[in-house]
């Protein structure tokens, strides 16, 4: 009897460890997260840069993105695997079936839905797209029951193309939460995430469509919270990071200007990446820069780091510097920066 008793606790605790190690596995595996979409998603999307590497500095480390397309750019280090496909509506991808393949390369457990600016372009009604995304919906359901879905109301649009978009994205935006209302579960709960309020064509778009360094922090932003909560986990504060920007005058000639702009890490974290922006009040153009990445729209501009010079330890700053043309005046601008 007692060599029995021996054999039955062996097999017992051979039992409980096979149990641990099973379930450390699976706590282990990574959380699956696709961002889906069109060229703001896609190309280059540094929006999912920002909000990768926010995640990573906040704790939040045990997440995948996925997709079947690489990385595009934007000289961060982060995951950049994506289903950001430019040119590409969601109605097509709905009716040609393409999402039910991407899911099944990739099985991430929560899906970011940046979708329908292509549509809205092509003058496609509010009911037909969101009749897509209920296409779409229900083949993220099928790859996992239990399938997160985040959806955004679409930043605001104003190509110099299309005189109506504008008026059509809102009207688009509008018809959203009750779509996504009826269409949640339990178990597999529909998110909206307003991505349009406090996002300009003007300011945070490079082209009245895809957003520039501005636009990919405001969208990052918004993402951030809204992903924290579907993963499971309380939204940490970001650590005591900031930055700012001063501009001095080097030189100045008629017709031309030179400029440099000093940025510093104002707090007590380390940042990995910054954006400066001003505006001109007199209507100069910056003809050529140095040290960063420029961003011009108009008057508008915006420089951020380049691969080189994004990383800064608290009190540590770096510089870029710029040419530009005038006429008439030449105020001095006054930059703001964000990290």
Known sequence: MRRIGSVLTAMVALAAAVLFATT???????????????????????????????????????????????????????????????????????????????????RPDVVLMHFGTNDVWSNIAPATILGAFTTMVNQMRASNPAMKILVAEIIPMNPSSCADCAQRAVTFNNAIPGWAAATTTPQSPITVVDQWTGFSTGGDTYDGVHPNAAGDQKMSD??????????????????????????????????????????????????????????????????????????????????????????????????????????????????????
């Open 24 to 106: 450390a596995t699976a706590s282990a595996a990574p959380i699956r997260i696709m961002p889906l979409g069109d060229s703001i998603t896609g190309s280059p999307g540094c929006w999912r840069a920002l909000l990768w590497n926010r995640l990573q500095s906040t704790g939040h480390t045990n997440v995948d993105f996925v997709g079947t397309l690489p990385p595009q750019g934007c000289g961060v280090a982060h995951d950049g695997d994506n289903e950001g496909h430019g040119g590409y509506l969601a109605t097509n991808v709905a009716n040609q079936g393409l999402l039910t393949g991407w899911l099944a390369a990739t």
């Open 222 to 339: 918004k993402w951030y919270p809204a992903l924290v909560e579907a993963l499971g986990t309380s939204v940490s504060p970001p650590p005591s990071g900031g930055c700012a920007a001063t501009y001095q005058g080097t030189g100045q000639w008629q017709g031309g200007f030179q400029g440099e702009v000093t940025v510093r890490n104002t707090g007590t974290a380390p940042v990995s990446a910054w954006t400066v922006t001003w505006t001109f009040a007199d209507g100069q153009r910056i003809t050529q820069l140095w040290g960063g990445t420029l961003s011009a729209n108009g008057s508008s501009v915006t420089v951020r780091n380049a691969g080189w010079n994004g990383q800064l330890a608290p009190g540590a700053s770096t510089a870029f510097g710029f040419l530009a043309s005038w006429t008439g005046a030449n105020t001095a601008p006054v930059p703001s920066c964000t990290a």
